[in-house]
Every structure is written in structure tokens, then in C-alpha cells.
């Protein structure tokens, strides 16, 4: 069988076809090569059942004619370009899957043949070799040289270019045809699904023209085609039916039902229904040229005749349609091809510089790691100094403002021992039933949920739970009685004052929920660096074995040894305060004390004085100065001034005095030196904090053997850096053929 130039059989199709339209299908034809598979190129993709006469319609599109034995029906997308050239030729190809192993696809590209004419039998041999090539099984050949079984289909995509000096240009796809019944030995249940997602595959993209096929003895209505079509296509806009075999539909209702959808008054698609005539069975010997005069031939008798001039009947017709919409569709969205190769050719790029150069030695491992550390540096410098415009990640991640979240933690911790820490509330010089500072509440809810540690396995080695219980108070919960009990049970014959000892051990009882709220607070503050850690070395290291091999090598453990630097300062801080002698040098000590004492004499001289209304004498005489309130006190009186207490009861408010304005002080130094030394210095700031052990030093450390486990490349990445590399070169030469220079 020669090769038919279908081109020469219409002539407003050669007038269509100028100078520019040959450009831009063109190009269109360069991208598929290039890009296809990767990017939704406009495009014409033919579906339709098995038997649906779908070949036929191809073959009158293209002039390319499908072999007839059932064992090589279609078993793939098949891509055929029809293209002017000055000798007629055929080229066969293979366009490898995107997903398929690199070395699949370097085996399926090697696939080319030519032909200058072909025959029945040439084209049988021809697609029997493509699908041995794509690894295809057939009635001879089950399994593979590894004993592995065959696929019934493959994903790859047959490329077949049609050459000649009276071809217009012109693309269309062709996929399997949809069944629903396995053929044993040769197809089973999971190629049905498998076909059927690949046709939905290609329907899908708003850039594809449906060409849905369908038979006329069947109402198209009930055809499962056009109800695929609709899922890909809900408004139907871009779906066209060709109705085939219309010999076949001999009752005078299915021919009624299949020329009003020609027609259009049963057509619920925007592009219309199309009919065409196949050659039937006995039309074998028959070249497509006379297959065509027999349709024209066919639609000009009976009740046919009535389509005879609406342009939607025979094969001449629907070639020039398809191609007019094809043309005008690239048209439409060729200008926006170009933006979205431009961003897809930018992202490939920017995961290949993520990447790094090729690990392929010591040198170059190094390098990649310094590089690391100094990006994560770099984030981490720019958290602490609250440069949140520095980096874009800080725009995405609120949670990574690491510095501000410590910030918060810090003064909330201040105010969490300011209101709840003491175990009991001080009296007021001025009221015994005034109180200084909030009632001491449960503190449960104030404290690290420990919950948490589920979800971070490698935490639970630096917080220990038992430390962030809320303490129970011992003895009354009246801080004047609790004194008096402490003094009772401890006093000496001291006169009118008590053992310093006293103050230790009510110092001790007034400050112990200071414990669980500092180890909450820095728990806090650990889970905060922690969590920064991990998703800055997440954004920073895309590789995740390498970002594994570092953390479970080398920065695991130096972290959970800092985290536990910083615990260990916080309870050594603690002990220091609580457990040692009351000391300071602080001069609000005394001020505290000889205010609260002053109160007290205050309190005294108001409950035996006078109040009264005060004003000088002179002022008074000149008429400008106010009276001003006050307490009078005669000369008896203030003689006679006493507060009538025992002597314990004296030693009791002095004891109160002392612990009270001792705590004060206490709790301001030990807030500061906690926020200062166990967080900022430990956590934060310092030499040995978690935020400066993942930096160009440590790379500098790491022996050979461990910078090579870490840093050298595995096979996934040397195929993911390949793959890039391949898609990179493909999308930049396809920038070129849409910016004219390729």
C-alpha cells in the first residue's frame, strides 16, 4: 500500500494554509518534542471505544493507514504529524514517558525507522517492532529475560511523522480504545482501568480538542465516550463527535437520531456531531482515494442526502474543521505557552542550584555542606536579629520568628512568677486582708505540656516530666500563721529575734513553684529552637537522605547536649537561690524593708490619731494654700505609742518583712539571670548554642568517611540531578523555538 497525500483533495484547505499557519503548527510540533509530555500543548486527541471505526477516521485524517490485525491494535498514544517536504517519507519514533527510568528511555529512543512506502506487511512489522521496543507482550512473548510479565500496554507515546510535498500540516493523537471485557493470554482486569485513566489523561487539559468517535447503530446518548468527555469537559465546549458506519445503522429511527445530531438539533456540543463512512470489511483491496468517492457517494443518496451540503458529512469536511480548530486553539494559547515554560524552566533551574554541583569527592561534599551551614546561618542570624525582610520564609512561617516567640515566652514567664509564684501571699503592712500579689492559683495550666514530647521522641531525653509538676503547699495557707508555725517549731532563746536559718527555710517553702514554671519556660523555649532547627534544615537541605545522614550523625546529638547545657543551668540557677544562704547586696532590700516596717508605724499612728484638716498658719492668713488632710497627735499620745504585741508576735511581722522584701529582690535577679544566661546565652547567643553547631566549622571537623556517608550522592539523587538536567536542556530549547530562534 503506497502512502497517500491526503492534502491534494481539498482545495480551501491548501488555501488555509499560509505562511504563518505552517509557522505556528510548526513550532507547536517542536514543543511536543521537547516538552509533550511534560506541558499541555494544544493538541487533537482522538477516543472512542474499540471498533468504533476510530482507525478508519485516522487514517481518512491522515492519510496513515492502521494495521488491521487485532494483536496490534492500538497499545499506546500514537502521534501523527502530517508535514510538507519536498520527498515523500515515513518516520516511526518513540517519545519516551517522563516517568519512565532513564534507562528505559534511552532504550526507546534508540527506536527510529524510516519507510518510503508501505505496505500491508511493512506496517505490520513496523508496529510489531515498537512494541517490542516498548517492552509490549503479545501472543509469543508473555515475560521478560528477568521472568517478569509483560505489559499489555505501555505509556510511551508512538511518534509516526507522514512527509510529502502535498501534505498539510497537521497533528492529531490517537489513544487506546476503550473495552470492557479481558481477552485471555492477552489482556486482563487491570489494563481496562489502565486504559481507560489513560484516555481520561488526555482529555482532561482545557488545551486538547476531543475528537470523541462513536458508531451510528448505537444512540450517543448512551455512549460512555461522550459521558468521559463531559467529566473532562462539563460544558462541552471543547468536545466534538464523529459519527461513524452509518451503513450499519439500517432502521430508520437510529438514522433519523444520528442526522438530527448532524444537524444540530439534538447536539449538546458547542463543535457539533461530524459523520463519516469507514470502509467496511470487504473494502480491503480498496486505496483510501476511492474509500472517499464511495462515501461521497454514500451521503448523496437516501436519507443521507439531506447532509449532503451542510459541510458536516465525509471526511473532507471534518479534516478542514479539525484543522481550523486546531490552528485557532494555538492561536489562542500559544502566547501563553511562553510564560509558562519561562516559570517552569526558573523552577527547574532553582532545584538544581538547591542541589549543588555533582558530589563527587571530597572537595566538592565539603563545599556542598559549607553551603548548607551558611544558608542555614544565614536564616538563623536573621531570626535572632528580628530581620524578618530578610528571608521569605519568615513570610510563609510566622512560627519561625524565633527571636519574637522567645521574646513573648520570656515576658510571659516574668508574669507567670510575678502572679503564681509564690506559694503564699504576703500581707500588706496596711491590712493583713490586702494583698501584694495575686492569691497563689493551681499552676497546672501555666506549665510545658508534656504532650508534646510524643511528637518529638528525641526532646524527652532533655525534659524530664517529673521536673514540671505543680508542688503542693505544706501547713497553712496563711503566710502569718505559716511564720508562726515555722517559728514555733524552730525557735532558740534568742530575744526579740530569730535564727537566720528561718529565713533559708521560708524562702525555700515561698519560692518552690519557681522550679516547674523556670523548667517550663526554658522547655518552652527548647521546643521553639528545636522546631526551628528542623524546619530551617528542611528549607535550606532539600536532599532528605543527606538531611537525615546530618542529623542522625552529627547534629543530634549536639543539639540534645545543649538542650541539656541549658537545663542544667536553669536548675543550677535555681539551686543557687533556693538552696544557699539568703544574700544580696541589693540596696531595695532595705528600701523594701524599712517600707513595709514604715507601713507599719504609719498603720499605728493613724488607729490612735486624730484626723484632721492641717493648714500653715501664714498660708493661712494670705488665703492661697489649701488645707490639707492629715493625723494629729498629742505630746501624750506619741509618748505613750506602742503596738501592744508579745514578742513572738513582733519576731512573726519581722520574719514576714524580711522573707517579703528578700523574695522581691530574689525574684527579679533570678527572672534576669534565667532569660539571661540559661536562654539567651545557652540557647541563643552563646558559643555552644544549638544555633551555631550547624556552621562551616563543624563541616571542617567531620572526618572523610563521615563527610562522604552525609554528603556524597546516592543513585536517586544522580538520577533526580540527570532528570533535571535532561528537562532543563529540553524546556530551554523549547524557550528558543517559541521565542523564534529554535
Given at each position: 500500500?503506497?502512502?497517500?497525500?491526503?492534502?491534494?483533495?481539498?482545495?480551501?484547505?491548501?488555501?488555509?494554509?499560509?505562511?504563518?499557519?505552517?509557522?505556528?503548527?510548526?513550532?507547536?510540533?517542536?514543543?511536543?518534542?521537547?516538552?509533550?509530555?511534560?506541558?499541555?500543548?494544544?493538541?487533537?486527541?482522538?477516543?472512542?471505544?474499540?471498533?468504533?471505526?476510530?482507525?478508519s477516521v485516522l487514517e481518512g485524517l491522515t492519510g496513515f493507514g492502521f494495521p488491521r490485525d487485532a494483536e496490534l491494535c492500538t497499545r499506546y498514544a500514537t502521534q501523527i504529524t502530517c508535514r510538507r517536504e519536498t520527498e515523500e517519507s515515513i518516520h516511526v519514533s518513540i517519545i519516551p514517558h517522563a516517568d519512565a527510568p532513564s534507562s528505559e528511555q534511552e532504550r526507546v529512543k534508540k527506536f527510529h525507522r524510516t519507510l518510503k512506502e508501505m505496505s500491508p506487511e511493512s506496517l505490520a512489522q513496523l508496529f510489531k517492532e515498537a512494541n517490542e521496543a516498548m517492552g509490549i507482550r503479545n501472543s509469543t512473548k508473555s515475560t521478560s529475560s528477568d521472568g517478569s510479565s509483560l505489559p499489555a500496554f505501555s505509556e510511551h507515546i508512538l511518534k509516526v511523522e507522514k512527509l510529502g510535498p502535498d501534505e498539510e500540516h497537521f497533528t492529531v493523537i490517537d489513544v487506546p480504545g476503550i473495552f470492557r471485557k479481558e481477552t485471555e493470554g492477552v489482556t486482563t482486569e487491570d489494563d481496562i482501568h489502565l486504559v481507560r485513566k489513560m484516555v481520561e489523561n488526555y482529555m482532561k487539559d482545557t488545551r486538547t480538542i476531543i475528537l470523541a468517535i462513536m458508531p451510528c447503530n448505537v444512540d450517543p446518548a448512551t455512549q460512555e465516550i461522550l459521558k468521559l468527555?463531559?467529566?473532562?469537559?462539563?460544558?462541552?465546549?471543547?468536545?466534538?463527535?464523529?459519527?461513524?458506519?452509518?451503513?450499519?445503522a439500517i432502521e430508520s429511527t437510529m438514522q433519523r437520531i444520528a442526522i438530527d445530531h448532524v444537524i444540530g438539533t439534538r447536539s449538546d456540543l458547542l463543535l457539533?456531531?461530524?459523520?463519516?463512512?469507514?470502509?467496511?470489511?470487504?473494502?480491503?483491496?480498496?486505496?483510501?482515494?476511492?474509500?472517499?468517492?464511495?462515501?461521497?457517494?454514500?451521503?448523496?443518496?437516501?436519507?443521507?442526502?439531506?447532509?449532503?451540503?451542510?459541510?458536516?458529512?465525509?471526511?473532507?469536511?471534518?479534516?478542514?474543521?479539525?484543522?481550523?480548530?486546531?490552528?485557532d486553539l494555538i492561536k489562542k494559547e500559544f502566547p501563553k505557552l511562553k510564560t509558562e515554560v519561562q516559570k517552569e524552566l526558573q523552577s527547574l533551574r532553582s532545584q538544581l542550584d538547591k542541589m549543588g554541583p555533582s558530589r563527587s569527592n571530597e572537595h566538592t561534599q565539603r563545599a556542598y555542606l559549607n553551603r548548607l551551614s551558611e544558608a542555614f546561618q544565614s536564616v538563623a542570624r536573621d531570626a535572632l536579629n528580628a530581620y524578618y525582610t530578610g528571608n521569605e520564609i519568615f513570610d510563609d512561617r510566622k512560627d519561625l520568628r524565633l527571636v519574637t516567640r522567645v521574646v513573648l515566652a520570656s515576658e510571659?514567664?516574668?508574669?507567670?512568677?510575678?502572679?503564681?509564684?509564690?506559694?503564699?501571699?504576703?500581707?500588706?503592712?496596711?491590712d493583713e486582708i490586702f494583698f501584694t500579689a495575686a492569691k497563689p492559683t493551681d499552676i497546672s495550666e501555666l506549665l510545658f505540656d508534656t504532650e508534646l514530647l510524643r511528637f518529638i521522641p528525641e526532646l524527652e531525653e532533655v525534659i524530664d516530666s517529673s521536673d514540671l509538676i505543680a508542688p503542693q503547699s505544706s501547713g497553712s495557707e496563711d503566710i502569718m500563721e505559716y511564720i508562726a508555725e515555722v517559728y514555733r517549731e524552730s525557735r532558740g532563746q534568742e530575744l526579740g529575734t530569730f535564727s537566720p536559718a528561718l529565713v533559708s527555710t521560708m524562702f525555700k517553702e515561698q519560692s518552690k513553684k519557681w522550679k516547674p514554671i523556670t523548667l517550663s519556660y526554658v522547655s518552652e523555649?527548647?521546643?521553639?529552637?528545636?522546631?526551628?532547627?528542623?524546619?530551617?534544615?528542611?528549607?535550606?537541605c532539600p536532599d532528605s537522605r543527606v538531611r537525615d545522614e546530618l542529623w542522625n550523625e552529627c547534629?543530634?546529638?549536639?543539639?540534645?547536649?545543649?538542650?541539656?547545657?541549658?537545663?542544667?543551668?536553669?536548675?543550677?540557677?535555681?539551686?543557687?537561690?533556693?538552696?544557699?544562704?539568703?544574700?544580696?547586696?541589693?540596696?531595695?532590700?532595705?528600701?523594701?524593708?524599712?517600707?513595709t516596717q514604715g507601713g507599719r508605724l504609719v498603720a499605728a499612728l493613724r488607729e490612735i490619731g486624730l484626723t484632721t484638716s492641717l493648714t500653715n498658719a501664714k498660708n493661712r492668713e494670705e488665703g492661697f494654700e489649701p488645707p490639707e488632710k492629715g493625723i494629729f497627735l498629742s505630746h501624750a499620745q506619741l509618748n505613750n505609742l506602742s503596738f501592744n504585741m508579745g514578742n513572738s508576735d513582733h519576731v512573726r511581722e519581722y520574719m514576714h518583712d524580711i522573707l517579703k522584701s528578700y523574695y522581691q529582690v530574689s525574684r527579679k535577679r533570678f527572672v534576669d539571670v534565667v532569660c539571661q544566661q540559661a536562654v539567651n546565652h545557652y540557647l541563643l547567643q552563646g558559643k555552644e548554642s544549638p544555633l551555631k553547631i550547624f556552621s562551616t566549622q563543624m563541616v571542617l571537623n567531620l572526618s572523610d568517611d563521615l563527610l562522604d556517608m552525609i554528603a556524597a550522592e546516592d543513585a536517586p539523587v544522580k538520577l533526580r540531578r540527570e532528570k533535571l538536567a535532561r528537562d532543563i536542556k529540553s524546556f530551554e530549547e523549547a524557550l528558543k523555538v517559541l521565542k523564534g530562534s529554535g
Open positions: 500500500m503506497k502512502v497517500i497525500n491526503m492534502g491534494g483533495n481539498s482545495g480551501s484547505s491548501k488555501q488555509q494554509n499560509n505562511a504563518g499557519n505552517h509557522s505556528i503548527l510548526t513550532k507547536v510540533d517542536k514543543l511536543r518534542e521537547f516538552i509533550g509530555t511534560k506541558v499541555a500543548l494544544p493538541q487533537l486527541v482522538v477516543v472512542g471505544d474499540q471498533s468504533s471505526g476510530k482507525s468527555a463531559k467529566k473532562a469537559d462539563p460544558t462541552m465546549v471543547r468536545t466534538m463527535a464523529v459519527l461513524t458506519k452509518p451503513d450499519l457539533g456531531y461530524y459523520i463519516v463512512k469507514n470502509r467496511g470489511p470487504d473494502d480491503g483491496n480498496k486505496t483510501l482515494e476511492q474509500g472517499q468517492k464511495d462515501e461521497l457517494t454514500f451521503f448523496s443518496t437516501g436519507p443521507w442526502a439531506v447532509l449532503k451540503n451542510t459541510g458536516k458529512a465525509g471526511i473532507d469536511g471534518l479534516r478542514t474543521r479539525v484543522r481550523e480548530l486546531l490552528i510571659k514567664y516574668s508574669e507567670d512568677i510575678e502572679k503564681h509564684g509564690h506559694t503564699r501571699t504576703f500581707a500588706s503592712s496596711d523555649v527548647i521546643l521553639a529552637v528545636h522546631e526551628f532547627i528542623v524546619e530551617v534544615l528542611d528549607d535550606v547534629l543530634l546529638e549536639q543539639l540534645q547536649g545543649s538542650y541539656r547545657a541549658a537545663m542544667s543551668h536553669a536548675k543550677f540557677l535555681l539551686e543557687i537561690e533556693r538552696e544557699g544562704v539568703p544574700i544580696t547586696l541589693n540596696h531595695y532590700f532595705n528600701d523594701n524593708l524599712q517600707k
